[in-house]
């Protein structure tokens, strides 16, 4: 395998959904990502940073190692400062039949058409940490194989469910048995106000120029739209700090 | 004025300090910053935009504008892909005693050492939308002059005061009149078991990777941990989403 001729290709998004493959780039990164079980294909290492354990590591996954001289690998890394590891680890986003179909007080975060990258990797890395059952990526949102994404998500993206899916096929799948849809929204009654038994609840998040499509007045089960009380004068929050915020509301009664 | 090549200047953090100017690039944030009342001194774009109520407003403030080929405002750009329209700002972080000396229930914001400069911007832009009086940057924190921050900040840094020092100017300036710092930490009690009629805290935010720095345990004054709680398996939230969450679980009791 010729690993950096790989990293090269999954710089762009026509050889990461070839390959289904991502580039997950950072030591703590790289660390994580071999814990969580994900398959490592391969470890491309800078020649002036010792990565020894790491690579024993990688070794017992039966990954590739291969070590380029440190120019080369700056190269390659998407970073600004690359610290001198990265992996490539296959992963596709699973299947919106095989998300978790009731996941307590939140089955899923829904990202509706947010399109920055660091946001929707911060997002997923939220859902983990606060207890969503599942992620999903609407149309419209970044591509999930992004480095960007990968590099915020932290590492969730190997240790919790994401699918990918359009809204048409969401309403079409989920049906009658559809969770409970809560947009987040910017004039809506405040989250504080939700009644505490709510169970199986979808949050959506949508872009912060665009907020939530206007599709889900559409929707057919029930939706509610939501807000989170902020200072007069302040507009508006980043969107994967309102998703952390909504998670973080919702977790008090689970 | 040569605009261009001001803009030049302030993409070093040198030119930056020397003008105490920055830059706050794209159209929502300059129409926005136009709004705020901040000292717009010039204005960039590129010729294939039109920008005609936005010049009307910029004119009214007093501010020059340059129009620029496509080719070269993107040359000029921090982002990758520029919307055409930039501002340059007069803008310098306020000294510690002109923060506001009570604020209620949150004093202040304290950003220990966040390197990143898009989490400290969006740490800015939580503290003005959550209800933090001010918000002080540290030693070892992003130059709060970054693109990035100004651009994650979403206008926030000119709409909510924001002093830079060190932690032992800190100490030295804040003495027995002291809010209560609440240091975010991994692994003390439940952020919800705070009680509801605590007043005049400072909440501090750490690096992801460091936390807050080990000096606040020679902190004079009532120092307190405490974390988010996370479902297990998740090693820890974006340090903004951290401030976040933080911040409107204080506003509750408001």
Redesign the interface.
């Known amino acids: 395998m010729n690993i950096p001729k790989l990293v090269r290709e999954l710089s762009r998004r026509k050889g990461r959904d070839e390959r289904d493959m991502v580039v997950a780039e950072g030591h703590?990164l790289v660390t994580?990502v071999l814990q969580s079980g994900a398959g490592v294909v391969a470890i491309l290492a800078a020649d002036d940073v010792a990565q020894d354990s790491l690579f024993d590591t990688a070794r017992k996954h039966n990954a590739e190692i291969a070590v380029v001289p440190r120019k080369e690998f700056d190269e390659l890394a998407d970073t600004e400062t690359p610290s001198g590891v990265l992996a490539i680890v296959k992963w596709t986003p699973a299947a919106l039949d095989a998300m978790p179909s009731s996941g307590g007080r939140v089955r899923a975060l829904v990202i509706d058409g947010v399109q920055d990258p660091?946001n929707v990797g911060?997002m997923i890395?939220?859902a983990?940490?606060?207890?969503a059952a599942c992620t999903i990526a609407l149309d419209g949102t970044a591509d999930l194989r992004n480095p960007k994404v990968i590099r915020?998500a932290?590492?969730?993206l190997f240790?919790h469910p994401v699918a990918q899916t359009s809204w048409s096929e969401l309403r079409d799948r989920w049906g009658v048995a559809a969770p409970m849809i809560l947009l987040a929204v910017k004039d809506g009654p405040g989250i504080?106000s939700l009644p505490a038994d709510l169970r199986d609840m979808a949050v959506v998040i949508g872009s912060e120029?665009h907020g939530v499509r206007a599709d889900w007045q559409d929707w057919p089960s029930e939706t509610r739209r939501v807000t989170?009380?902020?200072?007069p004068?302040?507009?508006?929050?980043?969107a994967?700090?309102?998703a952390?915020?909504i998670l973080?509301?919702l977790?008090?009664g689970a």
Chains 1, 2 share one sequence.
């Open positions: 703590r994580d660091g911060t890395r939220c983990l940490a606060l207890g915020s932290m590492g969730a240790r504080r120029g989170i009380p902020m200072q004068g302040a507009e508006s929050l980043n994967a700090v309102a952390g915020i973080y509301e977790s008090r």
